[in-house]
């Protein structure tokens, strides 16, 4: 049978919350009877509950964390980040999606309300932001890893320089010629959409070369719509030398629609992306594309939520981590 903190208790001699106090640190104790507690804890092998342990210290040391979904291929980064961060601070994780809707969020406030974690990491799932902002207001300690530019400033935030990170794009492919870019975007209502758009035309547009509407085709972040896009860019006579695609998925779509329809990348399209999942390294040609820093974005996250529990204030103004820009085979031909 399991050694209790009752067995601990009577074979010191002393009551269950003297030896609750040893555990807890909490307390006014004579040192001898600590340590003779102490010893038989060690002598017993005594393993107490790390749930009523944190309790007890009005902490769980566990984290949650929300996300959309674990089929994206950059959540594993920016998850890999953070649990980096909590396992060497020896904290714990509690992950959420919203795989099921109203049901997960529905088993999420459970939790909540169960007091079953010290604080949340949140990816945020489309339409719950309101949500999230009502419990940080009501004490939860919450850090958002902006995914989507989508903060408003009431939720301290970890997010990357869309804008800026576009905008390395558009001079890379200026620089290999590029002058007539078609541009796959995410969905329009994401922040992120409007700050790619914004960041990859301002820099044509200092090069003196607007892009037309025709040139811009609506995505969803998906490798279907990806290829749909340029299918029917060609279908519609649009020319093109170079796709610029929101996220690496859809530009992997877009060279495959290309390669469907015999055209050549890099040599006749070049192919830029924007994210540098795992996968991009891999494509044939590998992929060029904006890097963000999913990891790091978990990582700085996770760091900001221990700190709050270690008495510093959580951030008013969003953390921001740049992108960079990596070449690779898609964009510049390597024989």
């Known amino acids: 049978m399991p050694i209790t903190i009752a067995d601990v208790a009577a074979r010191a001699k002393v009551s269950k919350t003297t030896v609750s106090r040893v555990l807890n640190g909490k307390g006014e104790l004579d040192e001898s009877t600590a340590a003779r507690v102490r010893a038989v804890i060690d002598e017993l092998g005594y393993v107490p509950s790390s749930r009523a342990v944190g309790l007890a210290r009005g902490r769980t040391r566990v984290v949650a964390m929300l996300v959309p979904s674990l089929t994206w291929p950059w959540i594993g980064e920016v998850l890999q980040g953070a649990v980096d961060v909590l396992e060497t601070e020896r904290y714990g994780l509690l992950l959420f999606t919203c795989n099921r809707g109203e049901e997960s969020m529905r088993q999420f406030g459970a939790q909540v309300s169960a007091k079953s974690f010290d604080g949340l990491l949140v990816i945020e799932p489309e339409g719950t932001l309101d949500y ?23 939720i301290p935030s970890v997010g990357t320089t869309n804008h800026e990170g ?20 995410g969905p329009e209502r994401f922040g992120c959409t409007v700050q790619r758009t914004a960041g990859f035309a301002a820099v044509y547009a200092e090069a003196g070369l607007a892009i037309p509407p025709e040139r811009v085709r609506l995505g969803d972040f998906t490798v279907a719509r990806g290829a749909d896009a340029v299918q029917a860019a060609l279908a519609a006579g649009i020319d093109f030398d170079s796709v610029f ?7 992997l779509g877009a060279m495959q629609a290309l390669l469907d329809s015999g055209r050549r990348t890099p040599q006749d399209v070049a192919v830029v992306g924007f994210d540098d999942i ?18 790091e ?24 981590i740049p992108t960079s820009f990596v070449i690779r085979g898609s964009t510049v031909h390597t024989p």
């Open 245 to 251: 695609a929101h996220n690496d998925l859809s530009a």
């Open 278 to 295: 795992p996968t991009a390294a891999h494509t044939q040609p590998p992929l060029s594309t904006v890097h963000q820093p999913l990891r």
């Open 297 to 320: 974005m978990g990582e700085s996250a996770a760091r900001t939520l221990l700190a709050h529990f270690e008495g510093t204030p959580l951030p008013g103004e969003p953390t921001v």
């Open 132 to 154: 999230i902002a009502t419990l940080h207001r009501r004490g939860l300690p919450v850090v958002l890893i902006d995914d989507r530019d989508q903060s408003t400033g009431e």
């Open 166 to 185: 576009a905008g390395a794009a558009a001079r890379h492919l200026l620089e290999i010629g590029r002058r007539t870019p078609l541009v796959i975007t």
